[in-house]
């Protein structure tokens, strides 16, 4: 290995060793946060400019009925949901308490790899709900952490996208995100695998550039915020 390479490989190391360290110092729990009326109201003008649908002042008993609501509203009979996460099931009880629609109403577990639920995955889901774990503000952008429990392909291939964010994990803007990032409170990790930064549905322009949504993703972005740390 070259002299030149060798000291570029060790720069890296030596900044990728003090980014860790940073991010172990500046973590703070979630439940220390409070949240600011300013910063729920600009997110919600952002992504509502962008056409995501924003339901504020939610606690989670009245979330759960917004989302009763809109499935019935908008006929969704076919749901994804991850799972280990308490929410999932809270809201999958509502669902089948309360749906309108009393046939070809089905609940669909992210529990299988891939590869077993693709044919599902592609064909049959209406909608998928999953937790943003911040959102920034001055872009009204929504940040998820995919993982086991909530893989990547529920956000990007359900025609309908549910996202469900706690108000006091709003950000001002990126740089606050970077300098108290919700991976840093994993004791012994760093950056996480695969980050998704969603700021609207799925759109993409031809070539007179004219927007069309839902092309390669979700049509509809719906957030719920809770109120509830």
Do not use: C
Not at 39 to 52: A, G, P
């Amino acid at each position: 290995m070259s002299s030149s390479r060798s000291a570029i490989l060790n720069r890296l190391r030596s900044k990728q060793d003090n980014t860790n360290s940073r991010l172990t110092k500046v973590s703070m729990p979630p439940s220390t946060r409070q949240k600011d009326t300013n910063l729920i109201n600009l997110l919600s003008s952002k992504l509502e400019e962008n056409r995501v649908e924003v339901h504020t002042k939610q606690s989670m008993p009245q979330l759960t009925d917004t989302l009763v609501e809109i499935a019935n509203r908008k006929n969704i009979k076919s749901w994804l949901f991850g799972q280990n996460l308490s929410y999932q099931d809270m809201i999958i009880a509502a669902l089948k308490s309360n749906s309108s629609t009393d046939t070809g109403f089905n609940i669909t577990r992210f529990d299988k790899p891939y590869e077993n639920l693709k044919e599902t995955l592609f064909h049959q889901i209406d909608a998928s709900i999953t937790l943003a774990k911040w959102a920034i503000a001055d872009t009204g952008t929504l940040v998820l952490i995919p993982d086991e429990n909530e893989p990547r392909m529920m956000s990007l291939v359900p025609p309908i996208h549910f996202i469900v964010l706690d108000e006091s994990n709003i950000m001002p803007n990126f740089q606050d995100l970077v300098d108290k990032p919700a991976w840093a409170t994993k004791e012994g990790h760093g950056l996480p695998s695969n980050i998704l930064f969603i700021s609207s549905p799925s759109k993409t322009a031809d070539i007179q550039q004219t927007l069309a949504y839902g092309a390669h993703g979700p049509k509809e972005v719906i957030v719920l915020l809770n109120q509830n740390a």
